[in-house]
């Protein structure tokens, strides 16, 4: 993503903020064992070409199906996985690639909310051995009795009141929620600047899943915190995030705020996406879908050529199976990565070129 176009696009309130973290390019290659002596070595092309800006206060939704590389991205932002190229930058220096003490660092500054709050935390181990080891480890307590105390406190950040009826509780003895606000409640332990959620509440009960959203929208305000939201619903994504990229087979296919995203989406796969999300409105209107659903997201190992998503594509053109589209800014922030709408430039209508490539 060009870092220039999108400071340009931002909204007015968030111009003059300077991203936490930024990613540039990111690529994600796992080589695969190979069983065969003369075989051409292989690999899952995970991520092809990521870029994206968090800010302070503010989240991005990071949206697609299971499999497009969302959780791959997270966990390159994390440091869980090493970019295979691409250029990580916090608070606008370059990430080095080192551990030890510097990789310990950072990672108290970018922290990850896992999908599965049970697998999550050790079973062993009651709630205050899982929110005082952070706080050990950092050196943010000297003595027992703060150290208590800020369990207590962490506690009652994430609404489990009365603290001490939880402290000395086991993972098995709570719910599926309270789990998870013991997950994120650790995650503030180490006092991080960057949140990154990776499907936070898809294994939660319906019941309980907006009660956490909230919660994890009222710490971002009051803390100030940046969010990466790593969901596969579009309709969550606008409700807790500011701005939507979408991603497809590891390829950012459209971004910009949720609003523009959900209401007026441009690229073929969000539109398909918004059709699979449930509407009142248009199960009224009698339209189930907008776009026929083709076929399933491709291989890694040997995906596609250009645009990954013409296989699927019903508006698909020659020049898509030859060349991935080159950014089309389609103005207030709105982009796409998609032919029918040009091949990079500003495009402010946002009209469709029907011509293009044929």
């Known amino acids: 993503m060009d870092m220039l176009n999108q400071s340009a696009t931002m ?18 290659d796992f080589p695969l064992r190979q069983f065969r002596l003369f075989s051409a070595p292989q690999a899952v092309h995970a991520v092809d070409d990521a870029s994206l800006a968090l800010y302070p206060g503010r989240a991005l939704a990071l949206v697609g199906e299971s499999g497009s590389g969302k959780t791959t ?24 690639l080192a551990g030890g003490a510097a990789l310990r660092e950072y990672r108290r500054h970018i922290q990850l909310i896992f999908q ?16 005082s080891r952070p706080l050990r480890i950092y050196k943010h307590v000297r003595t027992a009795a703060e150290e208590r105390e800020q369990v207590l406190a962490l506690l009652r950040r994430v609404s489990l009141t009365p603290a001490e009826q939880f402290i000395e509780k086991y993972p098995h003895q709570l719910s ?3 789990r998870q606000r013991i997950a994120i409640a650790r995650t503030l332990a180490v006092q991080p ?18 009660d956490i959203l909230n919660l994890l929208l009222r710490l971002k305000d009051e803390e100030q915190l940046a969010f990466l939201f790593i969901t596969h619903d ?29 209401q007026r989406p441009k690229h073929p796969y969000t539109q398909l996406l918004l059709s699979a999300a449930p509407d009142p409105d248009r199960v009224k209107a009698g339209h189930l879908a907008t776009i026929p659903e083709r076929g399933e997201i491709p291989s890694l190992i040997n995906p596609p ?40 430039g500003v495009n402010p209508t ?6 293009q490539g044929r």
Not at 122 to 130: A, I, L, R
Not at 323 to 343: E, I, V
């Open 305 to 344: 050529k250009g645009c990954r998503f013409h296989p699927r594509c019903p508006h698909v053109m020659p020049v898509c199976r030859e060349r991935f589209p080159k950014k089309t800014d389609l103005g207030a922030g709105h982009w796409t990565n998609c032919f029918l709408y040009g091949d990079g």
């Open 116 to 131: 599965d709050p049970f697998g999550s935390l050790n079973p062993v181990h009651n709630v205050h051995y899982h929110l």
């Open 234 to 262: 579009i309709a969550s994504a606008r409700y807790f995030a500011e701005d939507t990229v979408v991603m497809y087979a590891g390829q950012m296919v459209e971004g910009g705020s949720s609003e523009e995203i959900t």
């Open 176 to 178: 599926g929620g309270q």
């Open 73 to 96: 991205v997270a966990r390159m932002l994390a440091r869980l996985y090493d970019p295979t190229s691409g250029t990580l930058r916090f608070r606008g220096e370059p990430v080095k």
């Open 350 to 355: 946002g009209t469709q070129v029907a011509d």
């Open 193 to 210: 600047e960057v949140l990154l959620a990776d499907e936070p509440v898809s294994m939660l009960d319906v019941s309980i899943r907006l």
């Open 11 to 28: 909204p007015r309130s968030d111009r003059g903020k300077q991203p936490v973290l930024e990613a540039e390019h990111l690529r994600k």
